[in-house]
T-cell receptor, first 112, second 114 residues
Framework: QQQVKQSPQSLIVQKGGIPIINCAYE??????FPWYQQFPGKGPALLIA?????SEKKEGRFTISFNKSAKQFSLHIMDSQPGDSATYFC???????????FGKGTRLSVIA | NAGVTQTPKFRVLKTGQSMTLLCAQD?????MYWYRQDPGMGLRLIHY???????AKGEVPDGYNVSRLKKQNFLLGLESAAPSQTSVYFC?????????????FGPGTRLTVL
């Protein structure tokens, strides 16, 4: 079964908009939730990550919001730019125990 | 410091042929992984290794074999390629300890099986 469900599959926003990508999980043992960014023709790269002891983490224009009771977490991109156009993957793992489980990805297009 | 490198970048095989994909990392990481990426399916783990000489099955291991004879290398083998194995293959590596499990990915190998 799919352990991390990601939505939407694709997203188009205007430059300056705030795209939001959502992920939901079932395994309450998950304690590490990273987001990876992948540009066309490249391998994914870590963008930002959060642990369940905080509800929000911000790095530059990227923010993760985490809702432990709902078992959901989301990525917000403030003031989105065409250079943010990429595929974004959420993931989860039990730290130091199991490999990352990835969502199916969201293809984001930011149009000028 | 090259990070994670993959060889080859592209390959076309005929059904039934065999090949080996090579992954190398120079970060002295203990963990290494092989994923396949297909449209709409995300990244699916094929096999992984938690250290030299060890391997473990991931989500989609059938039709693939792996070996980790040296810490820096992780080989993915296809003994008898099938069209269903047409995909982009990514290798990744990570440290075993520390506050995060950051995986560092290679640039990928695009494999087409005819």
């Amino acid at each position: 079964q799919q352990q991390v469900k990601q939505s939407p599959q694709s997203l188009i926003v205007q430059k300056g908009g705030i795209p939001i990508i959502n992920c939901a999980y079932e395994n309450t043992a998950f304690d590490y939730f990273p987001w990876y960014q992948q540009f066309p023709g490249k391998g994914p790269a870590l963008l930002i990550a959060i642990r369940p002891d905080v509800s929000e983490k911000k790095e530059g224009r990227f923010t993760i919001s985490f809702n432990k009771s709902a078992k959901q977490f989301s990525l917000h991109i403030m003031d989105s730019q065409p250079g943010d156009s990429a595929t974004y993957f959420c993931a989860a793992s039990v730290h130091g125990n199991t490999p990352l489980v990835f969502g199916k990805g969201t293809r984001l297009s930011v149009i000028a | 410091n090259a990070g994670v490198t993959q060889t080859p970048k592209f390959r076309v095989l005929k059904t039934g042929q065999s090949m080996t994909l090579l992954c190398a990392q120079d970060m002295n990481h203990e963990y290494m992984y092989w994923y396949r990426q297909d449209p709409g399916m995300g990244l699916r783990l094929i096999h992984y290794s938690v250290g030299e000489g060890t391997t473990a099955k991931g989500e989609v291991p059938d039709g693939y074999n792996v070996s980790r004879l040296k810490k820096q290398n992780f080989l993915l083998g296809l003994e008898s390629a099938a069209p269903s194995q047409t995909s982009v293959y990514f290798c990744a590596s990570s440290q075993t300890s520390g506050p995060t499990d950051t995986q560092y990915f290679g640039p990928g190998t695009r494999l087409t099986v005819l």
